[in-house]
């Protein structure tokens, strides 16, 4: 029987068998340790949020919650419910420690300078943002440096300057300070606001006929509404708790604003204090605060994103 030769031809080469491939080294996957990092960086940032508001959040409560008591349960019982509810206490700090008339004067200044600051900031930040001309950098520099000066080395020179103009001791002299005071703040932030808005929407308008002032008022102030409310809600703040300017240009008593309210109220009775009645002064203070911030909070986010995002 002949069998079948598979052997290779004469001068031909047999194929080298094939190298075994060396085993793959097991590499560790960076993912889970990944995962875990984040994880307690997670954990621990927010451990720190809780803590935070928690510093915050139970003096608020606890001011709260002591406005309604009376005076011995406070010395006595600091920490614990009231078993009854001193509405009193509310009622007494409104008419007879005079807060309804420190609210008022607060509210109008408040809201005057408010105004002020924000049509004023906003008007000399778009100017400064948007045209260029001999002096913009130094006059925004200006502003800058107008922040990093301290107030109360003001306060004497702005003493005698409301006295000179007869504005001391009033309402509107009280508004054309805080406006001073507020400025520089309000146009530094505002100016790196402009800068984000799109030029096509004002280019647009001017070419369609529009003027500079309309188009300013018209088109890019609504476009800069969430920097408006956002620097808005700060100078609210910083306005509403001014001491140290109304301390020192508004000396009438029936002009004190709520600041000055309540120090009258602390001291006004010597050892015997409605502590009691201060507590609810003061949270009549803050719920105008926290009334404001609650109701704009996105607005706020948004105004202070808005460059990031852009």
């Given at each position: 029987?002949?069998?079948?030769?598979?052997?290779?031809?004469?001068?031909?080469?047999?194929?080298?068998?094939?190298?075994?491939?060396?085993?793959?080294?097991?590499?560790?996957?960076?993912?889970?340790?990944?995962?875990?990092?984040?994880?307690?960086?997670?954990?621990?940032?927010?451990?720190?949020?809780?803590?935070?508001?928690?510093?915050?959040?139970?003096?608020?409560?606890?001011?709260?919650?002591?406005?309604?008591?009376?005076?011995?349960?406070?010395?006595?019982?600091?920490?614990?419910?009231?078993?009854?509810?001193?509405?009193?206490?509310?009622?007494?700090?409104?008419?007879?420690?005079?807060?309804?008339?420190?609210?008022?004067?607060?509210?109008?200044?408040?809201?005057?300078?408010?105004?002020?600051?924000?049509?004023?900031?906003?008007?000399?930040?778009?100017?400064?943002?948007?045209?260029?001309?001999?002096?913009?950098?130094?006059?925004?520099?200006?502003?800058?440096?107008?922040?990093?000066?301290?107030?109360?080395?003001?306060?004497?020179?702005?003493?005698?300057?409301?006295?000179?103009?007869?504005?001391?001791?009033?309402?509107?002299?009280?508004?054309?300070?805080?406006?001073?005071?507020?400025?520089?703040?309000?146009?530094?932030?505002?100016?790196?606001f402009f800068r984000t808005l799109p030029t096509s929407v004002a280019?647009?308008?001017?070419?369609?006929?529009?003027?500079?002032?309309?188009?300013?008022?018209?088109?890019?102030?609504?476009?800069?509404?969430?920097?408006?409310?956002?620097?808005?809600?700060?100078?609210?703040?910083?306005?509403?708790?001014?001491?140290?300017?109304?301390?020192?240009?508004?000396?009438?008593p029936e002009k004190k604003v709520l600041s000055q309210g309540l120090?009258?109220?602390?001291?006004?009775?010597?050892?015997?204090?409605?502590?009691?009645?201060?507590?609810?002064?003061?949270?009549?203070?803050?719920?105008?605060?926290?009334?404001?911030?609650?109701i704009f909070q996105r607005q706020v986010v948004a105004g202070l994103?808005?460059?990031?995002?852009?």
């Amino acid at each position: 029987m002949k069998t079948t030769d598979t052997s290779p031809p004469a001068g031909a080469q047999e194929p080298a068998p094939a190298a075994e491939a060396p085993p793959l080294a097991k590499t560790a996957d960076p993912r889970p340790a990944k995962e875990t990092k984040g994880g307690v960086l997670s954990v621990f940032s927010h451990g720190v949020l809780v803590i935070w508001a928690i510093l915050v959040v139970m003096p608020l409560l606890w001011a709260v919650m002591t406005s309604f008591k009376d005076d011995k349960s406070i010395f006595t019982e600091p920490w614990s419910l009231p078993d009854t509810l001193h509405f009193e206490n509310w009622s007494r700090a409104w008419t007879q420690a005079h807060m309804s008339d420190y609210f008022l004067n607060t509210i109008l200044v408040v809201a005057g300078s408010l105004v002020g600051t924000l049509l004023l900031g906003s008007m000399a930040a778009y100017v400064l943002a948007r045209f260029e001309f001999p002096g913009n950098r130094f006059i925004y520099y200006l502003f800058i440096g107008g922040m990093s000066f301290p107030v109360i080395l003001a306060l004497v020179p702005l003493f005698y300057v409301l006295n000179n103009l007869g504005l001391l001791n009033t309402i509107h002299g009280l508004i054309l300070v805080y406006i001073a005071y507020s400025l520089p703040f309000t146009v530094f932030f505002l100016t790196s606001f402009f800068r984000t808005l799109p030029t096509s929407v004002a280019e647009a308008a001017i070419i369609d006929g529009a003027s500079h002032t309309r188009t300013f008022f018209q088109v890019m102030l609504p476009m800069a509404r969430p920097g408006l409310i956002s620097v808005g809600i700060f100078n609210f703040l910083g306005q509403w708790n001014q001491y140290l300017l109304p301390t020192v240009l508004n000396t009438d008593p029936e002009k004190k604003v709520l600041s000055q309210g309540l120090v009258q109220l602390a001291v006004s009775q010597g050892y015997k204090g409605d502590w009691s009645g201060l507590f609810a002064g003061l949270v009549m203070a803050m719920l105008p605060v926290l009334g404001a911030y609650i109701i704009f909070q996105r607005q706020v986010v948004a105004g202070l994103t808005a460059g990031a995002l852009k």
